[in-house]
Structures are given as structure tokens and as C-alpha cells.
Nanobody, 115 residues
Framework: QVQLVESGGGLVQAGGPLRLSCAAS????????IGWYRQFPGKQREWVAS???????NYTASVKGRFTISRDNFKNTVYLQMNDLKPEDTAVYYC?????????WGQGTQVTVSS
């Protein structure tokens, strides 16, 4: 059973940084692409960034140049470094992976950016 656990969320002032972590277990982590998503209150979850098995990264336009996704296959962990945070980045952030046809999500971590 794949388990994903996010951490690192919190309250930060606008312009500040925050680093989220997603620790994976129960999976052959090195074969998984991992994505970060976020959900605003009353809205559907939206994709933020992803990193492939080979380390190729992609970002949604609103975070490009501010967020960096990376992975440490030895620690089975994916990170989302968030810089120059804006109040509109306030959301619950989730990590996601797929394996053997099933989707797996973490429990989410709240990020709140004050103006």
C-alpha cells in the first residue's frame, strides 16, 4: 500500500519562502512520477508541479520561476520549494502518485500566505 505524507506547511508572510516535503512509503519510489496539487476553498484541486522518474519537471504557469520541485530517491521524498509566496498561493497542498493503475494522495498540508 502506497502512503504519501506531506509536511512543511504553515503561515508565512507574502514574499517569503516555504518548503514542502512529501515522504513516500510502500512503493518502488524510484519508478514513480510525483505531482504536487493544491486546493483552494470551494474549488477543485489543481495541478501545481510534477517531476518524472528521470527528474524532468513541469510547472503550472502561475508558479513558474517561483516554485521548484525536486526529488531525493534515496530518501523517498519529493520537495516543493516555494519562493516569493503570494496570498493567492494560500491553499491545501497535496502530493500525488499513480502506481499499478491506482491513484494515491497524501492528507494535505495547509499553506497560508499573509499579505
Amino acid at each position: 500500500q502506497v502512503q504519501l505524507v506531506e509536511s512543511g506547511g504553515g503561515l508565512v508572510q507574502a514574499g517569503g519562502p516555504l518548503r514542502l516535503s512529501c515522504a513516500a512509503s510502500g512503493t518502488r519510489f524510484y519508478i514513480n512520477a510525483i505531482g504536487w496539487y493544491r486546493q483552494f476553498p470551494g474549488k477543485q484541486r489543481e495541478w501545481v508541479a510534477s517531476i518524472s522518474i528521470g527528474g524532468r519537471t513541469n510547472y503550472t504557469a502561475s508558479v513558474k520561476g517561483r516554485f521548484t520541485i525536486s526529488r531525493d530517491n534515496f530518501k523517498n521524498t519529493v520537495y516543493l520549494q516555494m519562493n516569493d509566496l503570494k496570498p493567492e498561493d494560500t491553499a491545501v497542498y497535496y502530493c500525488h502518485t499513480s502506481q499499478d493503475g491506482s491513484d494515491y494522495w497524501g492528507q494535505g498540508t495547509q499553506v497560508t500566505v499573509s499579505s
